[in-house]
């Protein structure tokens, strides 16, 4: 093959791979045809050809640098992010609150923040989510490019009653991280516990401590025996029970306030009876317990 | 994953086209959709960007109809090619049930594809899924640009590249033309169902 036909060959390659978009191919190829022809003493009107490679080797330059750089993402229709919350709710069969969140999250990894904004915000309303629509939502702000958003919708927050003390720490805690790793400095409030919690304690003590209960079933498949239950948490007269999945079918039929006449309590020194309603019952939506079953008993008498 | 409706007697399950930037998986899906309209049960999306590159995903969802008196419905992605959309490459493989690798035959693109293999393989691994074992098949594109002069490596030299241990189905193709791509799709989706019958028992 001579050498005009071989630059000829490696032109028509360059061009094919601009055509698919294969840019730092075609830069190469046109980087060669460049070489050969300034090496080469038989070619004439040099100049008038290298200078033609090279606006074309600028114009790759330009499109590979708009590549580079990566597109800001777009703000799609609403039809498309319905698209994508609806296909990356992967949960969508077992848990609707679950499939939200995960939708939610898609919109944001897909930079659709506004809307991922609305989503994150239906979230708050659920218990077992709400720190972590919290955080998503600062997220959110911050990639909007709103930083005094994030951190005035967090002193809102610090100031109402949506988050305990605790989980205002790790959502303080996590928008301080996020400000620092952006060279932000901004120092949030702090919350600490509330100060009725110390009353609080003091009344507990008039309480004593009760490690199980016994629960008389009128319905279900325990009808009529008395199941126990170790008492996870005590706070005064309410008691916080855990029930594995595995029991679950025992508690189905126990509603929020259904009472109880003759429950029987267990402690360390007595074992005595009293009587207590169902102040709340749920379903572990998250966490190694998922699944399981949060039953809270207060006692009404003893 | 897929979803299996027992009281639909439904099965919906979903296969990706994966594979290097610029390879020709968005071209593959918009053959289908165009030749396959009889499948297509809805509009096919596309996002793209500067260049028409894959942004995020292409999706079109195809009915197969009732395979062993259960409907199977399959949504089918792509996911984006090039190397900085890797977040986005693992959130749109969650739940595959079946992948169709499309590899560039160009000549030029030797690394890409076996990059974009190993990038595969470890988001599939992040997922506990295998490699070996997930239904995969490879399709050699642009088998056409031959005939132009361009340098593209033989289907031998592409077997060894990326075929050597895996030793799947592999179809040359060129989905600007059609050709490979329908009989890419037929074989995924059989090794698809196999292992969904295998794994959901639905046709016993």
Redesign the interface.
Known sequence: MGDKENIKRILQEAELYQGQGLLNEARLKYDEASDLVRNNPKIKNKGKILAGLSKKINLLEVDSQKVERGPSSPELSSKAQDLIQKLFSFSKEESAEEAALEGALALARFGQFERALEEFDKLMANDAHRVVAAKNILRCHIALDSEETAADKYEVWAKGDMFSADQLETIRIFLEQVFENKGLKRKLTVVQAPAEAVVEEKQDEEFIDISAIGIPLESGPGKGKVVEFDVNFQSGNLLSLIISQKDGKLIENLEVDSSFEDLQFYSPIAIFNGSGVVAAKSEIKAGPKQGDYCLDIKITST | MA?FNLKKREIECKVVYYGP??GGKTTNLEYIFKTFRKQITGEM?S?N?????T??FD?LPMGLGKIKGCEIKV?LYTVPG?V?YS??RK?VL??VDGIVFVADS?A??RDKNMLSLKDLQANLKEYGLNIFKIPLVLQYNKRD?EE????IMSVEQLDHDLNRQLKVPSFPGSALKGDGIGVALKECMKLTLKSLQKELKWAQ
């Open positions: 979803i930037g610029r999306v996002i960007t500067e260049g028409d590159r942004l995020f999706f949504q090039q900085q977040s986005t959130l969650r739940g160009l030029v693109r640009l132009q002069g361009i340098p």
